[in-house]
């Protein structure tokens, strides 16, 4: 170590220290700084993201709703009479129609939700009405895609408090995914099930299992994500936005509640959502964890069963 000369400035390898250390400071905050600004610039551009969609998606239900309802007035023949073969474009053109119209309400659904416009209009009703109604509404798709319907509700299922159109979309949502994955399984059962856990942490819970081609382990999370499909190829078998179950996780998010799926390649699939009684409050996004153990609830075993079959 070479001696320290006697004409050097007291404390001068000190200064130098501080003077290293005071520009990596500065340039460390230049750097938060430049990072603080990405961030607000990439929030305003997710914001106008999904004011766009908001807007769109909104300026094209009416002609969307005007093209179905005319196509409808053809296919009753208030215009005139029409042949075999010119009903069957027009229903053609319904079911594309009310297709397209379903996608774009996904879409209009996804950007309230993003931007926090999505409230609850809670009120208390039976289950069993919302599923059975469900059943009746898929039964000619089910039939089709040679699927049975069937319900599984306990006896003793008490009111549940929740927004009922919320809560029926989910459950829709549900039962729509299951028939398709279903029906492409070449056929079998979609079931609808619920229990009831009493308590201050209790509720409801509700499964929809089905016998179809099942989702492999590593696309369980996958499935919830916005615009994601497992297999997102042009030559893909079933089509749609990608947003039905981020959608449905946001619903039920939003009651405070999970919403997870337990299924393997070839064995089929089970989604189960949570609805917390009473509800939360103030009511809003609860932000949970994405998925809770994969043990079932300990909630009454239903005790009857109520079936449909397509």
Same mark, same amino acid.
């Given at each position: 170590?070479?001696?320290?000369?006697?004409?050097?400035?007291?404390?001068?390898?000190?200064?130098?220290? %501080?003077?290293?250390?005071?520009?990596?400071?500065?340039?460390? /905050?230049?750097?938060?700084?430049?990072?603080?600004?990405?961030?607000?610039?990439?929030?305003?551009?997710?914001?106008? $993201?999904?004011?766009?969609?908001? !807007?769109?998606?909104?300026?094209?239900?009416?002609?969307? #709703?005007?093209?179905?309802?005319?196509?409808?007035?053809?296919?009753? +023949?208030?215009? @005139?009479?029409?042949?075999?073969?010119?009903?069957?474009?027009?229903?053609?053109?319904? =079911?594309?129609?009310?297709?397209?119209?379903?996608?774009?309400?996904?879409?209009?659904?996804?950007?309230?939700?993003? *931007?926090?416009?999505? #409230?609850?209009?809670?009120?208390?009703?039976?289950?069993? &009405?919302?599923?059975?109604?469900?059943?009746?509404?898929?039964?000619?798709?089910?039939?089709?895609? %040679?699927? #049975?319907?069937? *319900?599984?509700?306990?006896?003793?299922?008490?009111?549940?408090?929740?927004?009922?159109? =919320?809560?029926?979309?989910?459950?829709?949502?549900?039962?729509? !995914? *299951?028939?398709?994955?279903?029906?492409? *399984?070449? @056929?079998?059962?979609?079931?609808?099930?619920?229990?009831?856990?009493?308590?201050?942490?209790?509720?409801?819970?509700?499964?929809?299992?089905?016998?179809?081609? &099942?989702?492999?382990? /590593?696309?369980? /999370?996958?499935?919830? %994500?916005?615009?994601?499909?497992?297999?997102?190829?042009?030559?893909?078998?079933?089509? @749609?936005?990608?947003?039905?179950?981020?959608?449905?996780? $946001?619903?039920?998010?939003?009651?405070?509640?999970?919403?997870?799926?337990?299924?393997?390649?070839?064995? +089929?699939?089970?989604?189960?959502?949570?609805?917390?009684?009473?509800?939360?409050?103030?009511?809003?996004?609860?932000?949970?964890?994405?998925?809770?153990?994969?043990?079932?609830? #300990?909630?009454?075993?239903?005790?009857?069963?109520?079936?449909?079959?397509?």
């Amino acid at each position: 170590m070479a001696p320290t000369s006697p004409d050097a400035p007291p404390y001068a390898g000190g200064d130098a220290s %501080r003077d290293l250390l005071e520009r990596r400071l500065a340039g460390l /905050e230049a750097q938060t700084h430049e990072a603080a600004r990405l961030i607000a610039e990439l929030q305003a551009r997710d914001r106008l $993201k999904t004011q766009f969609l908001s !807007n769109v998606s909104h300026d094209l239900r009416t002609p969307l #709703t005007a093209i179905i309802t005319h196509a409808e007035i053809l296919r009753e +023949g208030m215009l @005139g009479p029409l042949t075999d073969r010119q009903r069957a474009s027009i229903d053609g053109v319904i =079911k594309g129609g009310n297709q397209l119209l379903q996608m774009v309400g996904e879409i209009l659904t996804y950007a309230r939700g993003a *931007a926090d416009q999505l #409230t609850l209009s809670p009120t208390t009703f039976a289950l069993s &009405g919302v599923v059975q109604q469900l059943l009746e509404l898929n039964g000619p798709l089910a039939l089709r895609r %040679r699927v #049975t319907l069937a *319900a599984d509700l306990p006896d003793t299922l008490p009111p549940v408090t929740a927004d009922r159109e =919320k809560l029926s979309h989910v459950l829709g949502n549900l039962v729509g !995914n *299951a028939i398709h994955f279903t029906g492409m *399984a070449g @056929g079998g059962e979609v079931r609808v099930l619920a229990s009831w856990t009493p308590g201050a942490d209790g509720g409801l819970a509700v499964t929809v299992a089905d016998t179809g081609i &099942g989702i492999a382990p /590593e696309h369980h /999370e996958l499935v919830f %994500r916005e615009f994601a499909q497992v297999d997102s190829s042009a030559s893909r078998r079933h089509h @749609g936005t990608g947003l039905g179950l981020a959608i449905a996780r $946001k619903l039920v998010e939003l009651h405070g509640g999970q919403i997870w799926v337990e299924s393997a390649i070839g064995e +089929g699939a089970r989604f189960t959502f949570t609805v917390p009684q009473p509800l939360p409050a103030p009511l809003g996004p609860a932000g949970g964890p994405d998925a809770p153990p994969a043990a079932a609830s #300990t909630a009454t075993a239903p005790t009857s069963t109520t079936a449909a079959t397509a």
